[in-house]
């Protein structure tokens, strides 16, 4: 399927230098700001305490976070999530402070949310289907509730610590799968200009979040993680479309044959990555706060997926002397062969 063909080759590889040295740039600068500004870590990473309460009309968030940023906890998140009457709330870990204390500072949250709709704090009691007696807190505004507590969850600092080793850990283990899987299907020099492009993507991503303080929580690493993924695709399908332009255009050179498999996938690029940030912008626009920062990380990572495969990837192979040779192994012509025929001699 396509859109439209291209009847003459661009010549991508011309302006290669051009557009390396854009690149260069941009990932000096990410660098930059990871190791000046860091990343702003969720409660995930550094651990704290999570609200989730539950409002029997649509929740007013600006009233919410006004109650919870007068408490003076530091920096908190008042986000929907699920429905418009479910509000999470997420407070910062403070040194030295244990679980039991991290349960009275949400008591006292939810005390405070109480007091906002002009209720007061009453102990209920209750059995479960499985026969327990269960305590929990409710706010009674004249025989009403107007809110619920409905969870609190305490992550400890150790248990953030390990996530953050955990997603380190994932993230290696993913680049040197790629690494394995780019060497075995191409000649090495791919797998070189593929992670080195790869790596580009992910790191200009954790420089937006650091240069803006974004949040950088589980999802956005999930994100990272399937950038990864999208990059090198992205990659592989241009790979293989130079090593079918070697096979079949045997006077063609290494950066004529680049710029035809590039050239030639525009269409396809168009629609596969067109398609998916349709999807992605979807999420940013309606997913809400939750989502938000995921699909953001995302719609980086397309757009500098498709710039590292075509300015990075490429180039670099291209670099690397990538040639004919490499691909294909050259064999003897057929007895009475064409010897004008473009695939003489080649064996695949």
């Known amino acids: 399927m396509e859109f439209f063909r291209i009847r003459r080759d661009i010549p991508f590889m011309r302006h290669a230098l051009v557009f390396n040295i854009i690149s260069a740039v941009t990932f000096f600068a990410a660098v930059f700001f990871l190791a000046t500004r860091g990343l702003h870590f969720s409660i995930e990473f550094t651990g704290g305490t999570v609200l989730e309460v539950e409002y029997a009309q649509t929740a007013d968030l600006a009233k919410t976070r006004g109650v919870v940023d007068a408490m003076g906890f530091g920096e908190v998140q008042v986000q929907n999530f699920g429905t418009s009457h479910d509000v999470m709330i997420r407070l910062p870990a403070r040194r030295g402070e244990k679980q039991a204390e991290q349960s009275k500072v949400a008591e006292q949250v939810f005390v405070a949310l109480c007091q906002a709709e002009k209720g007061t704090v009453t102990k209920r009691e209750y059995t479960s289907d499985k026969g327990e007696q269960i305590s929990r807190s409710a706010c009674d505004v004249n025989g009403t509730e107007p809110l619920k507590l409905s969870r609190t969850e305490f992550v400890g600092p150790s248990v953030g610590e390990e996530l953050a080793a955990d997603g380190a850990k994932a993230l290696a283990f993913v680049v040197i799968g790629i690494m394995i899987y780019l060497a075995f299907r191409f000649e090495w020099k791919f797998s070189v200009a593929a992670i080195v492009a790869n790596l580009h993507d992910v790191v200009i991503i954790l420089g937006f979040f650091a240069f803006f303080q974004w949040e950088f929580s589980l999802s956005v690493l999930a994100a990272v993680l399937a950038v990864l993924g999208y990059s090198v695709n992205e990659s592989v399908v241009i790979f293989d479309r130079i090593r079918e332009a ?36 979807s999420m940013l626009l309606f997913g809400g706060p939750t989502l938000h920062y995921f699909a953001v990380a995302l719609t980086i990572g397309i757009l500098f997926g498709i710039y590292s495969s075509v300015f990075v990837a490429a180039a670099i192979a291209m ?20 010897p004008n025929d473009p695939n003489a001699g080649a064996v695949v």
Do not use: C, N
């Not at 255009?249 to 044959?257: A, C, D, G, N, Q």
């Not at 990538?322 to 691909?327: A, F, G, I, N, Q």
């Not at 064999?331 to 064409?338: F, M, T």
């Open 319 to 338: 670099w690397l002397g990538v040639t004919r040779e490499d691909l294909i192994k050259a064999g003897p012509v057929k007895e009475g062969g064409d």
């Open 246 to 281: 070697f096979r079949k255009y045997r006077k063609m050179s290494t950066h004529e044959v680049i710029d035809h498999a590039i050239t030639s996938t525009m269409s396809r690029t168009i629609i596969t990555h067109g398609s998916t940030q349709m999807m992605v912008l």
